[in-house]
């Protein structure tokens, strides 16, 4: 018996004629007869009463068509069930997020659309530094990680550039430049304590702004060094120091703390990176990174992708 058996059969109780299924079939109807005896003889059951107007289900056949009805409807959903899974529509995805990354308005545009886009796919979401996130992707228990820069690039990891944003520095209240309205010079900076996020969790934005400061022609003072870039903005606007942070953190509305433009040569900057297997071949992720590579193309041209 085949599934074709049962949907033969179930045009024929349906039509509750031979030549009428034959022809919403689209096959002659003596070999659908055939079909027919062929599945009664296998059953040891007549399923069919055949009379001059057609056919009536026996009560073996009405018994066989109930069964076959809910057998059919199976496979028809395992059938959708399984194009949604191979088109991405349907499943479960793992995606990290650092602090900062999170905070951007452009990743939760991308989670957004991606949800509405999507809505039958689980999301486990996850929040860590650059270096768990790589190792999660690397390991297979994190399908995606947002994060700024790169702590490593690990073979088979691709990093897709999405954007880059500006780094304000954040001063106290008070502070004797807070007022200004126009950009600071890193140099104005060079007598101030800096308190930066620590350097194994985010070495890029924190050896950058070392760097621009050697640039600038003075060597930072390290107040501390912080897990997350919640925590320096908090520690600026208890009065510990200064710090440096990507522009989307001014979203943090602390009444305590100013963000000012900062001048510097070449610009400091801070990259929105997603983190992810070269040859993942989840259709999912591919549909997360397509959305993620199209709002990024559409906000500032297109992305680029570098794996090492």
Known sequence: ????????????????????AAARLGMQQPPLSAQIRQLETE????????????????PAGQAFLDDATAILASVDRAAARTA??????????????????????????????????YPAVELDLDEGNAARLTRSVVSGAMAAGFLRIPVDRPPGVAFVELL??????????????????????????????????????????YENVVAACRAAGFEPSIAAEV????????????GAGISVVPASMSQIGLQDVRYCRLRAAPPLTAPLTMAALSD?????????????????????????????
Request: aromatic residues 6%; hydrophobic residues 50%.
């Open 1 to 20: 018996m085949e599934l074709r058996h049962l949907r033969y059969f179930r045009v024929v109780a349906e039509e509750r004629h031979i030549t009428r």
């Open 84 to 117: 949604q899974i191979a088109r991405g529509q349907l499943g479960r995805l793992s995606i990290g997020f650092t602090t900062s990354a999170i905070l951007h308005p452009f990743v939760r545009r991308i989670m957004r659309v991606f949800r509405e886009t």
């Open 164 to 205: 880059h944003e500006e780094l304000l520095v954040v001063l106290p209240v008070g502070h004797r430049l807070s007022g200004r309205s126009d950009a600071l010079d890193l140099g104005e900076l060079a007598q101030e304590r800096f308190i930066l996020v620590r350097q194994h969790g985010a070495p890029g934005i």
């Open 280 to 308: 993942n071949g989840d259709p999912i992720l591919a549909n997360l990174l397509a959305i993620a590579r199209d709002l990024a193309a559409a906000e500032v041209g297109p992305a680029t992708a570098y794996a090492r």
């Open 227 to 238: 897990p997350h870039m919640l925590t320096n903005v908090n520690l600026v606007a208890a």
């Open 43 to 58: 059953l040891g059951a007549s399923l069919f009463i055949r009379t001059a107007r057609g056919v009536v289900l026996t």
